[in-house]
């Protein structure tokens, strides 16, 4: 699940340790009626990885919904497949139950690897205590559920950011900068995988042999590959290693946003969401310092500058 990276510049909690939340959280009007995404893309637990996997890449999202019917179940998160395909301990499911074999372990039922008491919000909620449950929790998403656990729809960082984005908010690109966080070319895609999922990102920078940075890889780049053919340019004698061990640059974006360290956090917001992208390289005119993401921003704009 998504975790915070970092609270530093940011009163972001009260002494009686609630969320001190910016005064544009409470211009937004409405619940999670009007604000929620829907309806949600779901699956049930029996699902296929497999078909999960291609759902979340036709349907461009990085979560699912598990519902039996309309009732709530649980989420399954591109983390966990990630996870499940080489990033993470779930490697250990295909390793002892299908000895490593490449299209028998997609035929796991999403049960196994989903989150199943993974924290959601009503459709009355409000924004607030959405953002609270989200910080609580260490979440970038929820389901929003009826009162009687039908699934409604489900809201992320990413709406949140599009629903308080501004022009201006007194912080700078550059003060929300961390290091610059990087894989390269030619390594194996279990390698990107297993850092995606030990840091809890999204999306990592790519660097070619002379430590430029090229390009970046992330969740929704390798969901594509493994649900798509080609992954089976890889895989000749059945084993998920074969495809694992194809090399970065076969999953890499070839482009990168780069913003300069005075720009503001509003304005960044904006650039990021026109590119559609979930991080940008920070510049200080003649070098890329470090990178901001999302995550950065969704805090930046929910909670108010020291």
């Not at 949600?40 to 349907?59: C, D, H, R, Y």
């Not at 912080?171 to 610059?180: K, Q, R």
Request: aromatic share 8%; hydrophobic share 35%.
């Amino acid at each position: 699940m998504g975790s915070s990276r970092r609270f530093e510049g940011y009163r972001a909690l009260r002494s009686d340790g609630k969320p001190n939340f910016s005064d544009r959280i409470y211009r937004v009007e409405g619940d999670m009626e009007r604000l929620a995404r829907k309806p949600a893309i779901g699956v049930s637990q029996s699902t296929p990885i497999k078909e999960a996997l291609a759902k979340m890449n036709t349907e461009k999202v990085r979560s699912l919904v598990i519902s039996r019917g309309e009732t709530y179940e649980g989420i399954l998160l591109a983390e966990n497949i990630l996870d499940y395909m080489g990033g993470g301990e779930l490697y250990n499911i295909v390793i002892n139950r299908y000895e490593g074999n490449f299209f028998k372990c997609l035929e796991e039922p999403v049960k196994s690897i989903a989150e199943k008491n993974y924290p959601f919000v009503y459709t009355n909620s409000k924004l607030n205590e959405v953002i609270e449950k989200m910080i609580q929790n260490r979440v970038s998403i929820l389901p929003v559920l009826h009162k009687d656990g039908r699934v409604f729809g489900v809201i992320s960082e990413h709406d949140i950011v599009e629903l308080l984005v501004e022009k201006r908010t007194g912080v700078t690109v550059g003060e929300l900068s961390s290091p610059i966080i990087s894989i390269h070319t030619y390594d194996p895609i279990i390698e990107a995988m297993r850092k995606i999922v030990s840091l809890g990102i999204r999306q990592i920078y790519v660097r070619n042999e002379v430590e430029q940075i090229v390009g970046s890889v992330g969740l929704k780049r390798i969901i594509e590959y493994f649900s798509s053919n080609e992954v089976y340019r890889w895989v000749k004698k059945g084993y998920l290693t074969e495809a694992n061990s194809a090399q970065v640059r076969e999953v890499t974006s070839f482009s990168t946003l780069k913003l300069p360290e005075t720009m503001d956090v509003g304005e960044a917001a904006r650039e990021m969401l026109k590119a559609g992208t979930s991080t940008a390289l920070v510049s200080n005119g003649s070098e890329e310092i470090g990178m901001i993401t999302e995550h950065d921003v969704f805090y930046a704009l929910s909670f108010p500058v020291k």
